[in-house]
Antibody, heavy 120, light 110 residues
Framework: QVQLQESGPGLVKPSETLSLTCSVS????????WSWIRQPPGKGLEWLGY???????SYNPSFESRVTMSADTSKNQFSLKVSSVTAADTAVYYC??????????????WGQGALVTVSS | QTVVTQESSFSVSPGGTVTFTCGLS?????????PSWYQQTPGQPPRTIIY???IRSSGVPGRFSGSILGDKAALTITGAQADDDSDYYC??????????FGGGTRLTVL
């Protein structure tokens, strides 16, 4: 069974860059697309984008200027960077794996989430 | 900018039936948006309930069903149970590799 685990600093200062890594076990990142989703405290889910192991990406236009996703096949990991963070970027960040069935993609597996707080 | 709309909250009695919808601020939802639905309880990551409009994810009880109703995607729970008390989110494919979540619906079973 595939497992995903987010890791990274839980506290980031305003204007700095938030960096998270998702470690994947039980599967190879070369097999699927991988996403980052975040959830501000008490609010809904926001899709940030996806990355393929080739480096191909698609980003939510609302975050495109600040978000970078990448994949490292040698470590079976993929990563998220969000630049110029503000308090509004405080959220639980989830990594997730897409699956494909019946001509559709869906988010089949999720990590447990990592809370990142932006504060000085 | 397109917004995916969901009802903010619903209440249902145990054994009752409830239908949530997932719409667009501009236009209609169709099967071509490949609607998927996710259930989330507090402190837990979401889990897939429905994908590709009406396909139940592995292990999801048969009381959950998905459909297109008019110009919206819909998730119906027939015979609600106490552990269905959760938040429900829809996710739509908007083309060009872009996806948008709805704002979520809070379901209370009481």
């Amino acid at each position: 069974q595939v497992q995903l685990q987010e890791s990274g600093p839980g506290l980031v200062k305003p204007s700095e860059t938030l960096s998270l890594t998702c470690s994947v076990s039980g599967d190879s990142i070369t097999n699927y697309y991988w996403s980052w989703i975040r959830q501000p405290p008490g609010k809904g889910l926001e899709w940030l984008g996806y990355v393929k192991y080739t480096g191909s990406t698609s980003y939510n236009p609302s975050f495109e200027s600040r978000v970078t996703m990448s994949a490292d096949t040698s470590k079976n990991q993929f990563s998220l960077k969000v630049s110029s963070v503000t308090a509004a970027d405080t959220a639980v960040y989830y990594c997730a794996r897409w699956s494909y069935d019946n001509k559709a993609y869906y988010l089949a597996f999720w990590g447990q989430g990592a809370l990142v707080t932006v504060s000085s | 900018q397109t917004v995916v709309t969901q009802e903010s909250s619903f209440s249902v009695s145990p054994g009752g039936t409830v239908t949530f919808t997932c719409g667009l601020s501009s236009g209609s939802v169709s099967s071509g948006h490949f609607p998927s639905w996710y259930q989330q309880t507090p402190g837990q990551p979401p889990r897939t309930i429905i994908y590709s409009t009406n396909i139940r994810s592995s292990g999801v009880p048969g009381r959950f069903s998905g459909s297109i109703l008019g110009d919206k995607a819909a998730l119906t729970i027939t015979g609600a149970q106490a552990d269905d008390d959760s938040d429900y989110y829809c996710l739509l494919y908007m083309g060009n590799g872009l996806y948008i979540f709805g704002g979520g619906t809070r379901l209370t079973v009481l």
